[in-house]
C-alpha cells in the first residue's frame, strides 16, 4: 500500500503538466472574434481533440494524485482535515471533468455545423468558448473555484499539520488546485504551482516511508 501511495503521489505534478501543455496550442490557435472560420477548422482538427484529451487527462492524475494525497494524511495527525480535503477536492474534479469534456465536444460540433454552411452558430461558439459573458457559465465555474478553494485549503492544513510532509507544498497546492479551473494564463499559474508542490509533496511521501528520516522528525 505504501508503495501505491509513493507512486500515486506524482499524480500530482504530471496533473500539471498535462493541464499546461494544452494550452501550448490553444493559446496559439485562431481568435474567434477575428477568425471564425479558422477557428471552427482548428475546433474539428485531430490536434484539437487530442489537446483536449490531454487537458481531461490532467484532470484525471489531479483526482489519482489527492486520492494518493489522501492514503497518507489518513494515517497522520491531520487525518479529518485530510478527510474533509479529500472528500470535497474530489466532488470539485469531478464536476469539472465532464464539463471540460462537454467543451471540448460541443466546440468540435459547433465547428462541423459551421463550416457546414450555418453561420449563425458563431454565437453559441462565442457562449462556449468565453468571447461572450454568460451567467450559466460564471456561475458555474465561480461555484467549481469555491469548491476548489474550500477542498485544497483543507488539504494545505491537513499537509501543514500531518509533521511528514513540507508546508509549502501545502500551501503551493491552493492556487494550484483554484487556478487549475480557469481559462487562460491563470491555468498556467495553476499548473506550475500543481508541478512544484506535487514535486515538493511526493519527495515528502518518499521521504516519510524512510524509518531513518521519521526518526529523526520524531525525535
Known sequence: ????????????????????????????????????????????????????????????CLLFGLLALYAHLVRTPAASWAAGGMVVSVVGVASALP???????ASAILGDVYLAGHKDVVAAMLLMGGGTP?????????????IALIGSIANAVAVWRSRTLPKWAGVLLVPGSVLSMTFGPLAWAGALCLIIAGIGLARGVDQAADPTVMATRTA
Open 99 to 105: 464539463v471540460f469534456g462537454v467543451f471540448g465536444l
Open 1 to 60: 500500500m505504501t508503495r501505491l501511495i509513493r507512486r500515486g503521489i506524482y499524480a500530482l505534478p504530471a496533473a500539471g503538466v498535462l493541464t499546461a501543455v494544452p494550452w501550448l496550442y490553444i493559446l496559439r490557435g485562431p481568435s474567434l472574434r477575428t477568425d471564425p472560420d479558422g477557428f471552427a477548422r482548428d475546433a474539428v482538427s485531430p490536434a484539437s481533440a487530442i489537446a483536449g484529451d490531454v487537458y481531461l487527462a490532467g484532470f484525471i
Open 134 to 146: 454568460s451567467d450559466r457559465l460564471n456561475s458555474y465555474f465561480g461555484a467549481l473555484m469555491l
